[in-house]
């Protein structure tokens, strides 16, 4: 029997060849979306500035999400100390400390507390009445507060994973590489990092300069997972 | 009190201007992800063909997903009979009759059981011994044929997001739009469309050519979203 690690790990003993991830001559939608990969080799000492992460959040945060609230909230842990603290609880995997930023992308089970803060700007900018924002916001409380925990986790996991999508492949476009990871203790890295009750964990995104090219695109035909007009 | 479907439906009545959706002069996925919106008003009249579909659903599945496993399946709903019956179901949105197409992303509860296919194929390519395989998919099948049906379900949902938010983008770098749909009864889909015991609802996307610009974006500034290395 293997253990979670070791399946996790190795990966990194198969032939990758010795290319660096492919330079991308264009930030290309169709060519950024062919070229990312999943890259587990990174420079460590390549840094990037609070400046260049919030570009790509920036960009990420651009994707939609139910009704418009925004569950995603990102933990960016730069500091070299708090990665090696990261490193056994993502199950070893090295590009927890060789990149330059692990991002731990979570999803807020009560984010439609956030509901007047957001539909409230919109009134601000004239482009909502302030009885509409009312109705949205009293609609958005009645549907969100009596979610069960698991439907409020789905809504959470879906835009969470939307937001990691557009992060990926911003970073592409600037030239970065990125590895999503499922593959940690949850409940070991809530109680490290201090994550808050309500916030919980959708995956973890390595980010830096990949030093490696990630494994070949391997993709089931469509036709295995496509279905025409109806099951 | 406010139903769902009023909710769901009030945005139509906002004052959107009549401005068509952007045409974009490029690909570049950062105007890409940026003019992307969620579009509720289509023209009817506008179809795609099936390779125009795939075309993006082919695009869409180069996202990454848990162990590659792709555990969406897509069900395209093209029939002007099959949008009308889904219509009730989503809620009266119109967007699901005027669109093109309504894409349901479904997340496959089961799909650890394609992993002798997909990691077969790397075998075949040369990328990968059988030996290593045969440890993969045997970890895959421990790791994943564990898993209670919420976590399994959490996996679905995070990778059906990955690929939705891959194929809005799609969709968009080709000159269409779409809206992703949460609020629709998932209950009644699954039973009006025979969707498979273990095939659990993503989202809805409605696809076409939009005729009315989508929302502007509002987003919650990133200092309420982000926080660096520890909470």
Request: glycine content about 6%; charged content about 25%; cysteine-free.
């Given at each position: 029997m293997?253990?979670k690690q070791?399946?996790?790990?190795?990966?990194?003993?198969?032939?990758?060849?010795?290319?660096?991830?492919?330079?991308?001559?264009?930030?290309?939608?169709?060519?950024?979306a062919?070229?990312?990969?999943?890259?587990?080799q990174?420079?460590?000492?390549?840094?990037?500035?609070?400046?260049e992460?919030?570009?790509?959040?920036?960009?990420?945060?651009?994707?939609?999400?139910?009704s418009?609230?925004q569950?995603?909230?990102?933990?960016?842990?730069?500091?070299?100390e708090?990665?090696e603290?990261?490193?056994?609880?993502?199950?070893?995997?090295?590009?927890?400390?060789?990149?330059?930023?692990v991002?731990?992308?979570?999803?807020?089970?009560?984010?439609?507390?956030?509901?007047?803060?957001?539909?409230?700007?919109?009134?601000?900018?004239?482009?909502?009445?302030?009885?509409?924002?009312?109705?949205?916001?009293s609609?958005?409380?009645?549907?969100?507060?009596?979610?069960s925990e698991?439907?409020?986790?789905?809504?959470?996991?879906v835009?969470?994973g939307?937001?990691?999508?557009q992060?990926?492949?911003?970073?592409?476009?600037?030239?970065?590489?990125?590895?999503?990871?499922?593959?940690?203790?949850?409940?070991?890295?809530?109680?490290?990092?201090h994550?808050?009750?309500?916030?919980?964990?959708?995956?973890?995104?390595?980010?830096?300069?990949?030093?490696?090219?990630?494994?070949?695109k391997?993709?089931?035909?469509?036709n295995?997972?496509?279905?025409?007009?109806?099951f």
């Open positions: 293997s253990s070791d399946y996790l790990n190795k990966i990194n003993e198969l032939d990758l060849g010795s290319n660096q991830p492919k330079t991308l001559d264009s930030s290309d939608f169709f060519l950024v062919e070229e990312r990969r999943s890259v587990r990174y420079d460590p000492t390549f840094e990037l500035s609070m400046e992460i919030e570009e790509i959040l920036t960009i990420a945060t651009k994707a939609p999400s139910s418009n609230l569950p995603w909230r990102f933990l960016v842990i730069q500091e070299q708090l990665k603290k990261l490193l056994p609880i993502a199950n070893n995997q090295k590009q927890v400390t060789d990149a330059s930023a991002i731990a992308v979570l999803g807020d089970l009560e984010a439609y507390k956030k509901a007047e803060d957001i539909y409230g700007d919109i009134v601000k900018s004239g482009k909502m009445t302030k009885e509409v924002k009312d109705f949205y916001v609609s958005i409380y009645e549907n969100y507060s009596h979610l698991e439907q409020a986790t789905k809504v959470a996991m835009d969470g939307l937001v990691s999508m992060l990926m492949l911003a970073a592409k476009a600037k030239g970065l590489d990125t590895v999503p990871m499922g593959g940690f203790k949850h409940d070991e890295f809530i109680k490290a990092f994550v808050p009750e309500t916030f919980k964990p959708v995956m973890l995104i390595a980010l830096g300069k990949g030093t490696q090219e990630g494994f070949e391997y993709r089931l035909p469509l295995e997972v496509v279905t025409w007009n109806t």
